[in-house]
Structures are given as C-alpha cells and as structure tokens.
C-alpha cells in the first residue's frame, strides 16, 4: 500500500497565502497524475488543481490565478501554492495520485486543514 503524506495547511488570514505538499515514493509518483480535491463544511469534494506526470497543469475556476499546482518526480513531491486566500477556500484539502502507467491505481492524502479567517 503506498502512502501519501501531505503537510502544509494551518489557519490564515483573508489576502494571505499558505502552501501545501504531498509526498509519494518517487518510484510511482514520476508515473502519475496528481490533484488537490477541497472539501469544505458540509460540502462534497471538488478539485482545484491537478498535474499530469508530464507538468500540465489545469485548475477549477474558483482558483484559477490565485493556485499553482507543481511537481518534482525527482523527490517524489507536488506543492500546492495558495495565494489571495479568502474564506470561501477553508476546507480539508486531500491529494490523490493516480497511477497511469503499469498497474492503474489511485491513491489519496490524509487530508490538511486549511482554514481562512475574514
């Protein structure tokens, strides 16, 4: 079973910026796509970000300019870069890698709380 382990997250004021990261042994993640998913209270989970394992990046639109989604597969690492943070982006924010070659398999994070004061 292979781990996820995200870090990053923490409590931030409106306008501010906090970053993100997800870690996956380097051997599997250079083979798959990457994607932070937001759940915010009592809400379902959305995506927000997701890279290709060749660097294409695309985002949702409530984030698009203010997010920046990046990887190394060198060190097995996607960063998650937040700025303009406003209240409405609070949330569980979960990284999920999906594996695209040899053997298809999808993986999520524990999960980083990300909560933004007005």
């Known amino acids: 079973q292979v781990q996820l382990v995200e870090s990053g997250g923490g409590l931030v004021q409106a306008g501010g910026s906090l970053r993100l990261s997800c870690a996956a042994p380097?051997?599997?993640?250079?083979?798959?796509?990457v994607g932070w998913y937001r759940q915010g209270p009592g809400k379902q989970r959305d995506l927000v970000a997701t890279?290709?394992?060749?660097?294409?990046?695309d985002y949702g639109d409530s984030v698009r300019g203010r997010f920046f989604i990046s990887r190394d597969n060198f060190e097995g690492t996607a960063t998650l870069q937040m700025y303009s943070l406003k209240p409405e982006d609070t949330g569980v924010y979960y990284c999920?890698?999906?594996?695209?070659?040899?053997?298809?398999?999808?993986?999520w994070g524990q999960g980083a709380q990300v909560t933004v004061s007005s």
């Open positions: 999920k890698m999906k594996v695209t070659t040899g053997e298809v398999a999808v993986y």
């Open positions: 890279i290709t394992n060749g660097g294409s990046a």
């Open positions: 380097a051997s599997i993640f250079s083979r798959s796509a």
